[in-house]
């Protein structure tokens, strides 16, 4: 592997190849640029981007760049002999997994961002760079900035894990905080996200929960080594989350968040993304904004907490270069580090259905006021053994339709489902009941 290394003025480098020069593409080589002598002091080589690939290459960045360097055909990365590190930043699926296919085929690692990539495709991709001798690596795939793979894999590797609970959707956290804070709607807080560009043109993956499923499979199979799909995952977004619901929320001490959320109970796997009710005291509750926090709670290090902000040109970037000196330091030591040493945790037998989850729930019926509405519901609720921890009546105003918030203790989600559904059939109740699960944490 030696001969990967080549000498500029009796500096050793090694020569990357970039497919993607957009947002996140143009901050990999400012850094690279800027830093460039801080790094060569921290690493003994020089990472040097040899050859830039891209739709666009007219269009200005905030970098400058050799325009000798630039090319429209990813095939001239991908089969240069002197490029031994591909960095792939253009996302989606196509033609993204053609070029990572071919660059490992043809003996290159690969660092990339594309989390909808890996969380489709990634346990054959992964499996392809190891049959080559090759790595993935993929940092700013989940946390953007935050370090959270490298944790899992090297920090946390002696221990068992029994869930995780993250925010790790920028978009949803602000639009949620803001509504929060600012006591805004659902649109105006969409609205505010699009001006400040927290929100793309097309925010559907990011507000339905699309986009945290996606993290949420790759940090599953870290840390439990279990490759689950998108169809395995329960996803509800935030779109249909209340104004009256957060300040109602509020009121009962609870924040609500856009949380992904796997548990391990028992010898059963649940995987799942959804608005969720968490204590104002839990540290997760103050994480507001764009950014994203992870908590994981393991056997040994106990309960952790991963911060930092979920976004950002040079917060994804950072972790893209991070990548990049982990790879060429094995390359300068002669040495192969797989992408991952994955052990599956063969006591997971089964993944949870969300019907056969147990929690407890938030709801919110709206109902006509006269006397005898509250027992009508409690005696659905005790039908299917689903009783109350507590519960509220706000604005009453005769004639019209007034809210009752509840709080129930823990019950099936199968059960809370089908008695829903018979009280939403009484003639008490004036619109779709609420509810939302909460979580300890």
Same mark, same amino acid.
């Given at each position: 592997?030696?001969?990967?290394?080549?000498?500029?003025?009796?500096?050793?480098?090694?020569?990357?190849?970039?497919?993607?020069?957009?947002?996140?593409?143009?901050?990999?080589?400012?850094?690279?640029?800027?830093?460039?002598?801080?790094?060569?002091?921290?690493?003994?080589?020089?990472?040097?981007?040899?050859?830039?690939?891209?739709?666009?290459?007219?269009?200005?960045?905030?970098?400058?760049?050799?325009?000798?360097?630039?090319?429209?055909?990813?095939?001239?990365?991908i089969n240069d002999p002197r490029i031994y590190i591909i960095v792939e930043l253009i996302g989606g699926i196509h033609p993204a997994k053609e070029y990572i296919t071919e660059a490992l085929k043809k003996g290159k690692s690969v660092v990339t961002a594309n989390k909808a990539l890996l969380a489709q495709d990634g346990r054959e991709l992964f499996a392809l760079a190891q049959d080559r001798g090759k790595s993935i690596y993929f940092e700013a795939s989940v946390g953007a900035g935050i370090p959270i793979i490298k944790s899992l894999r090297e920090g946390l590797v002696a221990n068992k894990f029994s869930s995780i609970f993250g925010i790790v959707n920028g978009t949803s956290n602000f639009i949620l905080?803001?509504?929060?804070?600012?006591?805004?709607?659902?649109?105006?807080?969409?609205?505010?996200?699009?001006?400040?560009?927290?929100?793309?043109?097309?925010? *559907? %993956?990011? /507000?339905?929960?699309?986009? &945290?499923?996606? +993290? #949420?499979?790759?940090?599953?199979?870290?840390?439990?080594?279990?490759?689950?799909?998108?169809?395995?995952?329960?996803?509800?977004?935030?779109?249909?989350?209340?104004?009256?619901?957060?300040?109602?929320?509020?009121?009962?001490?609870?924040?609500?968040?856009?949380?992904?959320?796997?548990?391990?109970?028992?010898?059963?796997?649940?995987?799942?993304?959804?608005?969720?009710?968490?204590?104002?005291?839990?540290?997760?509750?103050?994480?507001?904004?764009?950014?994203?926090?992870?908590?994981?709670?393991?056997?040994?290090?106990?309960?952790?907490?991963?911060?930092?902000?979920?976004?950002?040109?040079?917060?994804?970037?950072?972790?893209?270069?991070?990548?990049?000196?982990?790879?060429?330091?094995?390359?300068?030591?002669?040495?192969?580090?797989? *992408? %991952?040493? /994955?052990?599956?945790?063969? &006591?997971?037998? +089964? #993944?949870?259905?969300?019907?056969?989850?147990?929690?407890?729930?938030?709801?919110?019926?709206?109902?006509?006021?006269?006397?005898?509405?509250?027992?009508?519901?409690?005696?659905?609720?005790?039908?299917?053994?689903?009783?109350?921890?507590?519960?509220?009546?706000?604005?009453?105003?005769?004639?019209?339709?007034?809210?009752?918030?509840?709080?129930?203790?823990?019950?099936?989600?199968?059960?809370?489902?089908?008695?829903?559904?018979?009280?939403?059939?009484?003639?008490?109740?004036?619109?779709?009941?609420?509810?939302?699960?909460?979580?300890?944490?």
């Open positions: 592997m030696g001969s990967k290394l080549e000498r500029k003025g009796g500096v050793k480098k090694i020569n990357v190849g970039l497919i993607g020069f957009g947002n996140i593409g143009s901050g990999v080589v400012k850094i690279l640029s800027d830093r460039k002598n801080l790094l060569s002091n921290k690493i003994g080589l020089d990472i040097n981007i040899k050859k830039i690939c891209d739709k666009d290459i007219s269009s200005k960045r905030n970098v400058l760049v050799d325009k000798s360097i630039f090319t429209k055909e990813a095939k001239e990365i905080s803001r509504m929060s804070d600012n006591n805004c709607t659902f649109n105006d807080a969409l609205s505010e996200a699009r001006k400040r560009g927290f929100a793309e043109k097309d925010h *559907t %993956l990011d /507000i339905e929960g699309i986009d &945290s499923a996606h +993290k #949420l499979i790759l940090l599953t199979y870290l840390c439990f080594g279990r490759f689950v799909s998108l169809d395995d995952i329960f996803i509800e977004g935030i779109s249909q989350v209340s104004l009256a619901d957060i300040n109602y929320a509020a009121e009962l001490g609870f924040e609500i968040k856009l949380l992904a959320i796997t548990k391990k109970e028992s010898d059963e796997l649940e995987v799942r993304v959804h608005p969720t009710l968490i204590p104002k005291m839990h540290l997760l509750s103050s994480v507001s904004g764009i950014f994203n926090a992870i908590y994981v709670s393991s056997d040994l290090a106990g309960n952790l907490l991963f911060y930092g902000p979920g976004a950002g040109q040079l917060s994804a970037a950072s972790a893209v270069v991070s990548d990049l000196v982990d790879l060429t330091q094995g390359i300068k030591a002669g040495m192969f580090r797989p *992408t %991952l040493n /994955i052990v599956e945790d063969k &006591s997971i037998k +089964k #993944l949870r259905r969300i019907s056969e989850i147990e929690s407890r729930y938030y709801i919110r019926f709206m109902t006509v006021d006269k006397p005898g509405v509250l027992a009508k519901i409690a005696g659905v609720l005790a039908k299917f053994g689903i009783s109350i921890a507590l519960v509220t009546q706000k604005e009453r105003k005769k004639a019209q339709v007034v809210p009752i918030v509840m709080i129930i203790h823990e019950a099936k989600e199968k059960d809370l489902r089908s008695a829903l559904d018979m009280i939403g059939r009484l003639n008490i109740i004036k619109q779709e009941s609420v509810a939302i699960r909460i979580e300890e944490v």
